[in-house]
């Protein structure tokens, strides 16, 4: 007798229970890219922080001091960093899951596990990263003499929450379609170049004026304006395009999920 193993197309609670199963496999996974990424490196982590404070520096000079864009009343430096942050971790998060199937072929053509905990890892591992790079967040806040508001600090883990759940949804629609395209590896580092410029990271939303409402759809818009308003105080926090924000990260996250779980069946054929 054959047994043939097939992948629901939905994600449903047999799935998730699956994926707590395999937890102890999620743990390894992490572990390896960690280990993978800072091998044989002269700093390690410290990696982590030293890629976002050195664009911080560029940015701060050209965009801050000689262009002189605004920052909404807060020092260009640590106005840029908030912003760099959450991108840094949600363009380094949709880069590596969109390639986590195709860097794992081997792997998924030979033993079963939820495909999920590939993406999920690549998402994790930069989590930790983003982790290590905000003690220069902290020490530049202590320096600009900024005290985070406590009644909107709490946020921040929700922003968090709402980036990895951005990188994940598209990520998995991206890395689906890369196991039978493989164009995606190169249209993705200027799709998300072009993004970062739709994205507030350098600029405030207001310098548009009238256009702002366009970078209202783009999930990272809300997302980093709420960080900054948590943390700086200023301006206060637009909960309308927090809750778009939420709601098209939701929408992402959903047709993700729809469209990894339909194709998933076919990963090893494919790849």
Known sequence: MVTVIRPRYTVLLRDLRELWEYHELLYFFIWKELKIRYKQTAVGVAWAIFQPFVTMVVFSVFFG???????????YPIFVYAGLLYWQF?????SQVSNSLIGNQALLT???FPRLLLPISAVAVNLVDFFVASIILIVMMIYYNFVP?????????LLVLLTFSFAVGAGL?????NV???????????FIQTLMFLTPVIYPPSILG??????????????????????????????TLLALSGGVTLIILVVGIWY???TERTFADLI
Do not use: E, H, Q
């Open 110 to 112: 030979k033993v079963y």
């Open 90 to 94: 949600f363009s380094s998060s949709l």
């Open 149 to 157: 508001i406590l009644t909107s600090i709490f946020i921040l883990p």
């Open 65 to 75: 001091t000689l262009v002189g864009v605004p920052s909404d009343g807060v020092p």
């Open 210 to 239: 009238a256009y702002s409402w366009i970078l209202a759809l783009n999930p990272m818009t809300g997302i980093i304006k709420a960080a900054r308003s948590a943390l700086f105080g200023a301006p206060p926090i637009n909960w």
């Open 260 to 262: 990894f779980k339909k």
């Open 180 to 190: 039978k395209y493989r164009d995606v590896k190169y249209v993705l580092p200027f």
């Open 173 to 177: 629609f991206l890395a689906a379609v």
